[in-house]
């Protein structure tokens, strides 16, 4: 039982063109989400989130949209850089006091910008 | 400063040998976490635990894996008689708080049984 979704395993965009990942999940106890960045032999490195309570958060190019009606989130990335190219994972967790903030991960989109 | 530290980074271990990985997390972080990640799949939690105490083992796929942290700072993962299902990298993250949702991740540990 998957509850965190990441369908496109991978995508491939032009240098300064937007990528677009979305992330689906089925968890409505879901109050925190994340986007965390992979390169090959390193760990996750955290990227972007955003709590349940709004429906958007930016960072420089970077943003995160949360649609909680739909459950599902984005990560626009404008413009893409050929660094950007790693494997980003979508993440989720539900508050629970004293008990940590656990992860469940999607599967994972592998992203390639091409100079 | 120092990140999330594993070692080792490449263990083969041959079926049914006992191995211990070990995490250094971040000093002065108080939750510390293990996760499995398969290959081609995001990472699954293991065990949580908030400074020496292990609250949450629920991920723990099977008896044999074992995880401690008897001083609230680095942790062992021991997985007793391995299995070839068990090959994965194990990640280890801390965060600095018990509510903190940045987790800091180490490089992993491969894990390859034969």
């Known amino acids: 039982d998957q509850q965190v979704k990441q369908n496109s395993p991978s995508l491939s965009v032009q240098e300064g063109r937007i990528s677009i990942l979305n992330c689906d999940y089925t968890?409505?106890?879901?109050?925190?989400f994340l986007w965390y960045k992979k390169y090959p032999a390193e760990g996750p490195t955290f990227l972007i989130s955003?709590?349940?309570?709004?429906d958007k958060n930016e960072d420089g190019r970077f943003t995160v949209f949360l649609n909680k009606s739909a459950k599902h989130l984005s990560l626009h990335i404008v413009p893409s850089q050929p660094g950007d190219s790693a494997v980003y994972f979508c993440?989720?967790?539900?508050?629970?006091?004293?008990?940590?903030?656990?992860?469940?991960f999607g599967g994972g989109t592998r992203v390639l910008v091409k100079p | 400063g120092a990140g999330v530290s594993q070692s080792p980074r490449y263990k083969v271990a041959k079926r049914g040998q006992d191995v211990a990985l070990r995490c250094d997390p971040i000093?002065?972080?108080?939750?510390l976490f293990w996760y499995q990640q398969a290959l081609g799949q995001g990472p699954e939690f293991l065990t949580y635990?908030?400074?020496?105490?292990?609250?949450?083992k629920s991920g723990l796929p099977s008896d044999r894996f074992f995880a401690e942290r008897p001083e609230g700072s680095v942790s062992t993962l021991k997985i007793q008689r391995t299995q070839q299902e068990d090959s994965a990298v194990y990640l280890c993250?801390?965060?600095?708080?018990?509510?903190?949702?940045?987790?800091?991740f180490g490089p992993g540990t491969r894990l390859t049984v034969t």
């Open positions: 635990f908030q400074n020496e105490a292990q609250l949450d």
């Open positions: 993250a801390s965060s600095f708080r018990d509510i903190s949702y940045e987790q800091y």
């Open positions: 955003i709590s349940s309570i709004k």
């Open positions: 000093s002065g972080h108080v939750s």
């Open positions: 993440a989720a967790s539900v508050t629970i006091k004293a008990a940590g903030n656990k992860l469940t």
């Open positions: 968890n409505s106890m879901f109050d925190y």
